[in-house]
């Protein structure tokens, strides 16, 4: 499974950018879809998911009602609109893919990492 990532940059407060990740060979009938950030010197933290049973979504606290995760699951593709930006998002972020086939392990696949900076 190779997953490639887009989007990301420079952006001012308060504007938007939209970031898509493609997962390419992945054959698993479940999986569970995330956006994870990781700040310099802090930890990786988990910004939205979205799942593959139903679509429901979960975001954290603090970027709940700007970030809108969303999927193509005809063509394992999974984006993150991201409005309302504030420096405090600027981060490198991970599109993460978890799957699995009934009575399997799960497996997970990361992406490579993008830069969002939101600055003046």
């Known amino acids: 499974v190779h997953l490639v990532q887009s989007g990301g940059g420079l952006v001012h407060p308060g504007g938007s950018l939209r970031l898509s990740c493609a997962a390419s060979?992945?054959?698993?009938?479940?999986?569970?879809m995330r956006w994870h950030r990781q700040a310099p010197g802090k930890e990786r933290e988990l910004v939205a998911t979205?799942?593959?049973?139903?679509?429901?979504?979960d975001y954290a606290d603090s970027v709940k009602g700007r970030f809108t995760i969303s999927r193509d699951s005809a063509k394992m593709t999974w984006s993150l609109q991201m409005n309302s930006l504030k420096p405090e998002d600027t981060a490198v972020y991970y599109c993460?893919?978890?799957?699995?086939?009934?009575?399997?392990?799960?497996?997970?696949?990361w992406g490579q990492g993008t830069q969002v900076t939101v600055a003046l």
């Open positions: 993460n893919v978890e799957g699995w086939n009934i009575g399997s392990e799960r497996r997970g696949f």
């Open positions: 060979g992945f054959t698993f009938s479940s999986y569970v």
């Open positions: 979205i799942r593959s049973d139903g679509g429901t979504t």
